[in-house]
């Protein structure tokens, strides 16, 4: 198909009076056009590979286990420990080596390891968040952590810098980490008399900190503890930080869109797939003609039917069928005459009886039971979770009316 790199664009209401507009092969070609072009094969792609990485990211021991990850205070401890040749990582001064050479490397800096032989790394010393200080030659760095985007005080680095200087230390760099490198140091009142090195956490460049530090920490580790630290800590690094992945993918489908005048194709395709749920449930009832042992069937919302007048000594059964926005269905059988937790063992019994019970392994509803029928590896696609509940829902009546005579 030749794409034409224009779409019609109209200032009616989606459903206008002249519905016969939408039947017009000119239109449907167009919308084709739009689903089928390579750019948004492409921008689907790249957004499915990013929910993969951020769902694998986001199992990490500290999304898990708490809170506490959102406070700035968390990561700077662990920035803190890290860089602390006499942390209990027991790695010496091999991953403050690294800090500082990727510093000296990414940031076109000339930091001298050789000053930073006799270290002490300090959190909240002076109200700096990580001070990396060397007693003998008297050299440091700051480092102020905005990774969970704290707000800035009026002239905070200025604070700091003043701080160590007070305190006889020569500031090498003063380095402002945020999580993507879109948050960038503010002006001070006075200039200062070392630089500021903006530094995103994790931006999916090699100058980032996660390529640039973590990797090679985590690469240069030599005891395992150290090792499955590092390991965790990157993978919350790139969960908090995989906005910025989604943004450019986001910039990506926004030129597209904008280029090809597309915005209205657009909302009509939001239109479109929000009418499936009601179209598939129309097609449903279509097919579903013989619906005994019920005795009547209704058209309750839109997406949804409701079979009812099933009854069996005192009970009054009902079945309802609908079609969700995600693609799948639901199948639910209730029992409207009892309360919640007889009328559930009741239609426990009945389908017990007609040996559908394990087919109903949905969550419970209202008085009775669920089967779901979700996109998935075993019904991969909407027409097959349509004809999976179209064929389920006639095995259901079937085995109900060969059980229940009435």
């Not at 700096?128 to 480092?143: F, P, Q, T």
């Not at 009142?189 to 920490?217: H, Q, Y």
């Not at 449903?284 to 949804?304: A, D």
């Not at 029992?335 to 559930?344: A, D, F, H, I, L």
């Amino acid at each position: 198909m030749i794409y034409t790199g224009k779409f019609i664009r109209r200032s009616e209401p989606f459903f206008s009076q002249n519905i016969e507009f939408f039947k017009q092969p000119s239109y449907i070609m167009q919308v084709m056009e739009f689903i089928q072009h390579p750019k948004i094969f492409e921008i689907l792609e790249m957004n499915e590979q990013v929910k993969r990485e951020k769902q694998f990211a986001g199992y990490n021991l500290f999304t898990i286990s708490s809170y506490t990850f959102y406070l700035e205070n968390f990561h700077s401890d662990i920035i803190c420990s890290l860089l602390d040749p006499s942390g209990l990582h027991n790695e010496g001064y091999i991953f403050l080596n690294i800090f500082i050479e990727y510093i000296n490397k990414s940031y076109d800096r000339k930091i001298d390891l050789g000053k930073y032989k006799n270290v002490t790394v300090l959190r909240e010393r002076g109200r700096l968040d990580v001070w990396i200080k060397d007693e003998s030659s008297k050299h440091s760095i700051i480092l102020e952590n905005k990774i969970n985007d704290a707000p800035d005080r009026d002239d905070q680095l200025l604070d700091y810098y003043d701080y160590a200087i007070r305190k006889d230390y020569k500031v090498d760099a003063v380095i402002y980490l945020s999580k993507n490198g879109n948050k960038i140091a503010p002006a001070q009142n006075r200039i200062i008399e070392a630089p500021i090195i903006n530094v995103g956490a994790f931006t999916n460049t090699k100058n980032d900190m996660m390529s640039g530090w973590l990797k090679p920490c985590l690469s240069a580790a030599k005891n395992e503890d150290s090792r499955s630290f590092l390991h965790q800590y990157c993978k919350l690094i790139s969960h908090l930080s995989n906005t910025k992945m989604e943004n450019e993918i986001r910039e990506a489908f926004y030129q597209f869109v904008d280029q090809n005048n597309a915005i209205q194709t657009i909302e009509d395709l939001k239109n479109l797939i929000t009418a499936l749920p009601e179209y598939r449930a129309e097609k449903f009832g279509e097919l579903v003609t013989e619906i005994s042992p019920f005795k009547k069937r209704f058209r309750w919302q839109r997406n949804y039917w409701i079979f009812e007048r099933f009854k069996n000594r005192d009970d009054n059964y009902k079945l309802d069928v609908f079609f969700e926005n995600t693609g799948g269905a639901k199948v639910v059988m209730w029992n409207t005459e009892k309360n919640e937790k007889v009328g559930y063992e009741t239609v426990k019994a009945i389908l017990q009886e007609i040996g559908l019970l394990e087919r109903f392994n949905g969550t419970s509803l209202y008085n009775g039971l669920t089967a779901e029928f979700d996109i998935s590896d075993k019904y991969p696609s909407i027409s097959s979770v349509d004809n999976a509940v179209l064929q389920f829902v006639l095995l259901v009546f079937k085995n109900l009316k060969n059980s229940f005579h009435e």
